[in-house]
């Protein structure tokens, strides 16, 4: 399969884009005569397709559901009774229609943790969307023995689905849900298994509180005392960090993953010190959270929030450019992930954007930067292409009217039930 | 002219709407059976029309311009020579691109500020939007009879446009900008002339401590001191007000509008103290700013980012829950400029729009409210309509394409110059 998008606007001028198989074959003005299928975008821009660093995909059934309480109650009162009910085929539902959601805003590839990952990948793996796997590991009432079971049995899971665009790794929920012991485990399997870790960290100040409590030190020194620290470890929030922490996950090549919109809706009481982890060269990119955190799975907006919290925190307009969060939203998400994609160049994958620069939020071109970050949102993405492959054209994605008609049937389910 | 939205979602179920005029004349499942026009209102909702407290609508043409630089060389390298070189015919096409922009986004309603208010007047006027306008006064190096002078001037040709849906109304740009006896005399004016006045106020901890070297009190008192505060005063901005001045303003009867993303992005080193504010009872409402602080016109993302803000900022997640938010987006707006509007209520003006409840962002639908704040945006409004005129139908406006086109040219000649 070859795609050919021609007169698109890339780096201020106009050229075709060859995508030959599932790369970037060719970038220029004479490229690609013969095509399979040629894109006309004349009007529109090119961008490297958005990675979403942090989600819990399925939980799009609860969008809405449960907003402005207390933390505690939120979660004990409202999503975890709710979320016990959920079969297979509401997860795979939920995430199916998360994933439409996610290519109609311009995102191709995520790293997604929830629960019944047969159901998760079945779905993502049908979508098209490049995107890395795991289950919660959750239980500290559990023994190591049952926690590696239930990990390998969720690895076999996720390994029916395992192709180029769709890879599984381990997702341990956090330093209070999981034990020592089951941490010191999952790090081995994950080494000895070549798998990338995906784990919450130093959300919330009670997190930082609990763990000097218990384990005498911060949780970035609790991690490192126990060996966990690598270069396999992506870290989402990372808010209640401080400079030695940063300093210790910097050393060891751990990726941050900043999720603004959610921090600020539950009120977690601090701000991702970006600019901390950049002076100790961690790779910071961008998630969403789940859809009961945000509410949506728009990486548009998540750059437009994560560089405003940022100016704002910092009370420096400056920081945080537009490009950079271009940047954490696309090159930064893949580079963690181990993909060769992230940028429109020739050589890397073809997981591509196109948007539309007639749409009023990107106009006048003063700095397609600029519009894309701090004006524009997901309705701007016209077409999206994943490993090569089309799966939207001109807003339109197929099957979708089935994808929507299921989760509406899942969701009646479950809040019936 | 009569308009019947028929089978729309209102307050959990279904229900006819009918217009008659400019007026809600019936809400109810039998309303209407004849109608001049008819909207199949099917997997739509119906709200209020949005009002945007706070713009310079003409910034538009400044979209993108000039981001993530420090706030003084913002202003005085890129935005005020830029803005020097605006003539009327640009302003006229600027505001157009806004007015458009605002109605393809919701907004029905809005609290301007800008120079030229003949070009702004006509624009406005044109786009059929409700509006209250002013022109800046501007200029501490001006006597108060020049001030007087040129007040009547732009008052005079805001008048020429002084409709139903246009009023005009008086701008002083910020105590720092604007010499206490001018704003004295603005003040007996606007009684005089029975208008309402547009001001920034306590924008920037710098005014803060100029007002307190130069004045020997802070802005909201030295503002009381001159007897500036009255029940016509609209204040934007407001972040840096002590629990004193939160009481001087409450008392008086003055509104405070709130710009949180203008705020974010300037980094202007504080939070609207909305609970505070309404501790005092005064109408918090919202507004964008101008394109080159927000830098778009989205009152569905303004709200979000209302929200979210001060659950940041306070700790707390469940301060300014969803429904207030769209409270201070409609209801609050339209009573801070005395319109009998913001509310979908029968005798009020017909200003509403119509949201897809089939757009992603809004399902499922556990609650509305949560979904036009947290997860929505301005790309989910399919119809407008303001004083019982029709100005967007299915997302369509008429003569669309020509005011971009204008706006384009407008933006070469600027920029070309």
Redesign the interface.
Known sequence: MSILIKDVYFDGKSTNIYINDNNIAEISEKAGNKADKVIDARGKAVLPGLVNMHTHAAMS?????A?????NQ?LEEKIWPTEAKLKPKHIESGTA?AC??MI?SGTTCFLDMYWHPEANAKATSKSGLRSVLNAVIIGTNKSVEDCRRETKKNLSALREYECETLKPSLGPHAIYTVTKEQLEWINSFSEEQNLLVHMHLSETDQEVKDCVKDHGSRPAEYLQNIGFLSDNKVFAHCVHLNKKEAGLLGKSGCKAVHCP?S?????V?GTFPYSMLRSKEITCSLGTDG?SS???L?MF?EM??A???Q??S??????L??REAIQMATSAGAESLGFNAGRVEEGKLADLILVDL?E??K?????LD??IV??A???VVTHSIVNGELLMEDRKVEGEEKT?EK??KA?EDI?QT
Chains 1, 2 share one sequence.
């Open positions: 059934l609860l969008r809405g559901y907003d402005d309480l207390p933390l939120w229609f439409l959601e109609k919109t921090n600020m809706k539950l009120a009481g859809c945000n509410n949506n728009d907006e437009k929030f560089s405003l919290l100016k704002f910092s009370n420096n307009p400056t920081v450019p537009a007639k009023l939020s106009i006048p071109l003063h700095s600029s519009n701090y004006s949102n997901g309705s929507i989760f509406n969701v809040f």
